[in-house]
């Protein structure tokens, strides 16, 4: 059996999380070929279409494919287009959403029933659906049921599953601040949560003075914009997510901002 994978390929290493995680869930000895598709580059090329056209199952892990305007993506769009096209399934492993949070902690779900582009982008993928939706937020869940979907199933994001850490190593000496500006979509303004995560960095610092405390970036554009306010060796960044498994399981305590 042959698989191709919608990812992107060296630009967030969380996308990398979520492959690592999808081959341990499914390992790769059990397919024959593995195409990897760079979801960046398919508005961009038709290179996709052979990648598919020698595939037997198309698979979606771990991204956020739901959020304002999502009917308007162009690599969901060719996709979906495409796999109907050559008869094509796909799979959508615990895929997520991204709609806008506001200040008091509410997630703006999209109305449906005032924008009916949003049910058709489902339905495109329903018809070319292999099994149930399988999500992995409950947003995305109340997203897809309020457009008519039943079999939606709610489970953990792959990225739970990537790597080998020695649970029992005793070097858990790292404490993380996770930093993440790039898909920002909230109405608090991000340098007043880079403010508070400082306060909460420094907190830490100062409690667990036996640790050692990191800003991590998972993409480059939050990394260059934590450059222009922290020290360089104060913050762990690269395009290899073999480094971010490494360090993190010498992981003492996580701060997600």
């Known amino acids: 059996m042959n698989l191709s994978i919608i990812t992107t390929l060296g630009s967030n290493s969380g996308d990398n999380f979520i492959y690592e995680g999808f ?3 499914f390992p790769e000895k059990h397919f024959q070929t593995v195409f990897l598709i760079d979801k960046t580059l398919i508005p961009r090329s038709d290179a996709f279409k ?3 056209d020698n595939s037997d199952l198309i698979v979606i892990c771990g991204s956020p494919i739901f959020y304002k305007d999502c009917y308007k993506m162009k690599w969901q769009n060719q996709i979906l287009e495409y796999s109907k096209k050559a008869r094509k399934r796909i799979l959508l492993f615990a895929v997520g959403s991204n709609f806008k949070c506001s200040v008091n902690g509410t997630v703006n779900v999209p109305d449906v029933r005032s924008d009916k582009r949003y049910v058709d982008l ?7 659906l292999f099994g149930d939706f399988i999500v992995r937020d409950r947003y995305a869940a109340d997203f897809l049921k309020t457009c008519g979907i039943t079999n939606v199933y709610q ?6 599953f990537a790597g080998e850490i020695d649970s029992s190593s005793k070097d858990k000496d790292l404490i993380f601040v996770i930093w993440g500006s790039a898909y920002w979509n909230c109405d608090i303004p991000k340098q007043k949560v880079l403010n508070i995560s400082k ?3 420094d907190s830490l610092s100062n409690k667990f003075s036996d640790k050692r405390c990191l800003w991590v970036c998972h993409d480059l554009n939050s990394y260059r914009e934590l450059l222009e ?3 360089r060796k104060d913050i762990l960044f690269s395009n290899n997510y073999v480094d971010f498994l490494k360090y993190y399981s010498r992981c003492f305590f996580w701060v997600f901002s």
């Open 50 to 52: 052979e990648f598919i």
């Open 229 to 231: 306010h922290f020290n």
């Open 155 to 160: 489970t953990v994001c792959p990225s739970f």
């Open 122 to 128: 489902i339905m495109k993928y329903h018809d070319v």
């Open 23 to 25: 081959k341990n869930v």
């Open 199 to 201: 306060n909460v960095y």
